[in-house]
């Protein structure tokens, strides 16, 4: 099945140690997306990538990086991460193109920083 | 600035009775709205497209632009229905980018 899959699915790092997280697709999408997710609360946009392009939200502290090397793959690198880091993190990908369809999440890597 | 707004955290209905997740959003033009779901354990995933008019398990949503709302509805809920809800709109200053709400969480019980 084409999908989007999240590694890890769980993840313990040390405050200020360096983390990546990783996204990668099957469905061949132009776009990718990384969204942070704390408790109780919407999913909030840092960046996404359209193809090599690389749009990053206004309020996306310096803090947080991403790469995407090729079509299927797109990391989230979080240099320093601080205890207000720790949520859940949402790789999604959509088409591109001028008809919008939504997105395709995959199952999110919920990070805990210590 | 474009916002959606769910104003329930949390809704608990029996098993059989009506739903209705409410939606409320401010934008500027004709947006395009979604609705997700998430299972428990399990990822989140598009339920319905306002643009596409359909029904999916059962869940109905219409675009009132009047009242800027785009309520989720179901007549008859099922305890597979339990899960969190999330309504969504595009960000007007990029075509490809979803606005969320916080969500609301539906518990169905028998």
């Known amino acids: 099945d084409a999908m989007v899959i999240q590694n890890p699915r769980y993840q313990v790092t040390q405050f200020g140690k360096p983390v990546t997280l990783s996204c990668s697709q099957t469905?061949?999408?132009?776009?990718m997306y990384w969204y942070q997710q704390k408790s109780s609360q919407a999913p909030k946009l840092l960046f996404h990538?359209?193809?090599?392009?690389?749009?990053n939200e206004a309020d996306t502290p310096d803090n947080f990086q991403s790469r995407r090397p090729n079509t299927s793959f797109c990391f989230l690198d979080i240099r320093s991460p601080g205890l207000g880091d720790t949520a859940m993190y949402l790789c999604?990908?959509?088409?591109?193109?001028?008809?919008?369809?939504?997105?395709?999440f995959g199952s999110g890597t919920r990070l805990t920083v210590v | 600035a474009q916002r959606v707004t769910q104003p329930e955290k949390l809704l608990s209905v029996f098993k059989g009775a009506p739903v209705e997740l409410k939606c409320n959003y401010s934008?500027?033009?004709?947006?395009?709205l979604f609705w997700y779901v998430q299972y428990s354990r399990q990822r989140l995933q598009l339920l319905l497209r306002?643009?596409s008019r359909e029904s999916i398990k059962g869940f109905t949503a219409d675009l009132n632009k009047g009242e800027t709302s785009f309520h989720l509805k179901k007549p008859f809920a099922q305890e597979e229905d339990s899960a969190m809800y999330y309504c969504?709109?595009?960000?007007?200053?990029?075509?490809?980018?979803?606005?969320f709400g916080a969500g609301t969480r539906l518990a169905v019980h028998p």
């Open positions: 469905l061949n999408h132009n776009v």
């Open positions: 999604a990908t959509s088409r591109g193109g001028t008809v919008f369809y939504g997105y395709t």
């Open positions: 990538y359209y193809d090599k392009d690389f749009n």
């Open positions: 306002h643009i």
């Open positions: 969504a709109l595009p960000d007007s200053g990029g075509y490809n980018k979803l606005i």
């Open positions: 934008y500027s033009g004709s947006p395009e």
